[in-house]
């Protein structure tokens, strides 16, 4: 597939859904778990978009969780991604399960960011708040597509979902460079090159409104990807390694899933992936 050229200025701007008032606010990590833990999306979703700068960072503290998953409570059902068989995109129902299932993605990275601003200590303190306002902007995707899925007639959970994402995360939870390796530059850069794609089916049934959010969401994942690719690099300086051979050994060990085209290169390469790094893409696919 043919993609145009990206601009991360191209998107719309579009407005946030209304804000909760603001609570109490502690640590910035501290805050992380405690939002991880929650099991509502949309009161998380809507503390998130809420919560203050300037919070201070402890970064040496070690957290702990009772579970190493995120709240689940409202959660769809969870099934293989195998047995995932949505309608038709020209039905009613085929359409709200396509936003739906851009809405779950959403839902699940912001559990992903929240997980690595509490989970891993010891990084620079803008780590932690550059990771913290990736789950801002996550929570306003969430919310955004959230209100969207409505105006067709259908709300989060009426439609089952997979949990790849999260099962990556959890393979990773003991690795940062794995985590920043083969989540961001690896499972949300596939977001970049699936975007394109999605938003024509959208279009194709005439969903205008489903479209401008996903621009938005392409602008700032674009970024997302970028601070992956800048931890990444960070992490493999600090240890020695070369970037490019040890992103293949970190797929294969931890069973990453094979990278499928077409792959939006204007946006892999806005997101900071260099030339090396997008040939040794394409030859393994």
């Known amino acids: ?15 946030a859904p209304k804000r909760t008032p603001a609570i109490n606010t502690p640590e910035l990590r501290q805050l992380a778990l405690r939002w991880f833990m929650h099991d509502d ?6 503390a998130l978009m809420q919560t203050p700068a300037g919070l201070g960072v402890d ?3 070690e957290l702990n969780s009772p579970s190493p998953q995120p709240g689940r409570g409202a959660l769809p059902l969870l099934v293989p991604h195998t047995q995932i068989k949505p309608p038709k995109l020209n039905t009613p129902e085929g359409h ?21 601003v509490w989970r891993f200590s010891g990084m620079p303190e ?6 913290f306002q990736v789950a801002q902007e996550e929570a306003l995707h969430f919310s955004l597509l959230s209100e969207h899925l409505q105006t067709l007639g259908f709300g989060y959970g009426d ?23 083969l989540v961001p530059r690896t499972l949300e850069a596939r977001g970049l090159d699936a975007s394109p794609a999605v938003k024509n089916k959208l279009l194709s049934v005439g969903d205008l409104r489903g479209g401008e959010i996903l621009d938005l969401i392409l602008r700032d994942e674009v970024g ?21 051979a040890t992103f293949a050994q970190l797929r294969q060990q931890y069973q990453a899933p094979r990278m499928k085209g077409p792959f939006n ?13 997008l040939q040794a893409l394409l030859t393994m696919a």
């Open 96 to 116: 709200a399960a396509l936003v739906h299932s851009v809405v779950h993605i959403e839902r699940n990275a912001i559990d992903l960011a929240l997980d690595v």
């Open 159 to 181: 439609f089952p979902a997979h949990d790849g994402l999260w099962e990556m995360a959890e393979r990773t939870q003991n690795d940062l460079l794995a985590r920043v390796a």
């Open 224 to 244: 997302h990807v970028a601070l992956g690719n800048r931890w990444y690099g960070h992490l493999c300086q600090q240890r020695g390694l070369e970037p490019v």
């Open 59 to 61: 970064a040496q503290r």
């Open 126 to 131: 803008d780590f932690y708040r550059a990771w």
């Open 1 to 15: 597939m043919k993609v145009s050229n990206f601009s991360v200025d191209s998107a719309p701007v579009l407005s």
């Open 265 to 277: 290169l204007p946006a892999r390469r806005a997101a900071g992936f260099s030339e090396a790094e």
């Open 41 to 46: 999306p949309v009161t998380k979703a809507q």
